[in-house]
């Protein structure tokens, strides 16, 4: 029944304009990409835009089409993926709140969040391990003849980065996730070049970067933490998804339950975590002032002078609470 509604009010709009996040990741880049180009064949008006240009991690998709300045114009129908809070796309909605409060909103997300926007209807999963998953398992019976291979491409690239490239599933979401993969490739998905778009192609910065972040890695029991500031991240031109690439090698290390990165931002510290089965991330984040999922999730702390006197206190308070 909910595909049926978001059906609906998809085919009823002509101008529709859909947005992901802050900090773009491949997640709410192939929910966007995937609804545009199932509405682009019905010959809707799509525009998409997020606040800040994604990671050339990406540059294999045609993501140079999304736009990052809004032109506040009177679309008929405003879509959000995999987010639900004007605050995620605070350039855009800081000094235009009434105009995202009077437009007709869908908001497709799997986050918990239990606030909702004026003029909206949901379509929110919070047990799905990625937003892509749900729009894909929400409009894949529309016109099933409107998917081709690239769409396909898309839709598998944003489940696969989402999982950890199937690191973070388990139990019954590995099954739905795997049902949902299969699925893709018998519509010629191609899992190989996302793999090597993806996950095994790294320039020589990547490296370096990753270089610094492994030498500061310390172990506490089973938890391993690292860290890196804004100004390394910008010495070597990289995007914060490039950075991230640290959490999938640490994640290999035997024995460990917990990873923790600490990134300096601008005016806080944002901490990325990846959990196995003995931690919930979910319920560490939470304590902190954010959630997302159970393996995977993240938070912010204030920041001060000190980044690394910052990650050590972090991670301290993270021990003490689990312990």
């Known amino acids: 029944m909910q595909g049926e509604e978001l059906k609906f009010k998809l085919e009823q709009a002509q101008n529709i304009a859909i947005f992901g996040h802050q900090s773009i990741d491949g997640d709410a880049i192939g929910s966007m990409f995937w609804l545009w180009l199932q509405l682009d064949k019905l010959w809707k008006n799509i525009s998409y835009f997020t606040p800040d240009a994604p990671s050339e991690t990406f540059s294999f998709l045609p993501i140079q089409s999304l736009q990052t300045e809004f032109d506040y114009w009177n679309y008929d129908l405003i879509v959000f993926v995999d987010f639900s809070t004007y605050n995620m796309i605070r350039k855009f909605s800081e000094l235009h709140k009434d105009y995202f409060d009077w437009h ?3 908001v497709i997300d799997h986050h918990i969040f239990s606030v909702a926007l004026p003029n909206s209807v949901e379509f929110r999963d919070d047990s799905s391990i990625s937003a892509a998953q749900l729009v894909f398992e929400l409009t894949q019976q529309w016109r099933p003849g409107l998917i081709d291979w690239q769409i396909a491409t898309f839709m598998l690239t944003w489940i696969m980065t989402d999982s950890g490239n199937f690191r973070f599933d388990e139990w019954e979401e590995s099954i739905r996730v795997s049902r949902n993969n299969l699925e893709l490739l018998e519509k010629w998905a191609k899992k190989k070049q996302i793999i090597d778009n993806v996950f095994r192609s790294k320039s020589y910065e990547d490296l370096e970067f990753m270089q610094i972040i492994l030498w500061r890695m310390q172990k506490v029991d089973d938890i391993i933490y690292s860290r890196y ?38 005016d806080h510290i944002k901490f990325s975590l990846r959990g ?8 560490i984040a939470k304590h902190f002032g954010w959630w997302w999922h159970a393996n995977a999730a993240w938070c912010s702390t204030d920041k001060s002078w000190n980044l690394e006197k910052d990650v050590l206190n972090f991670v301290n308070g993270v021990i003490a609470l689990i312990k």
């Not at 070597?236 to 300096?264: C, M, N, R, T």
């Open 104 to 106: 007709q909103k869908v």
């Open 229 to 266: 500031s804004q100004s390394e991240l910008e010495k070597f031109w990289l995007h914060p998804d490039s950075a991230d690439y640290a959490l999938y090698l640490i994640w290999d290390i035997k024995d460990q339950q917990l990873v923790i990165l600490g990134k300096e931002k601008e």
């Open 276 to 283: 196995k089965w003995k931690y919930n991330c979910r319920d």
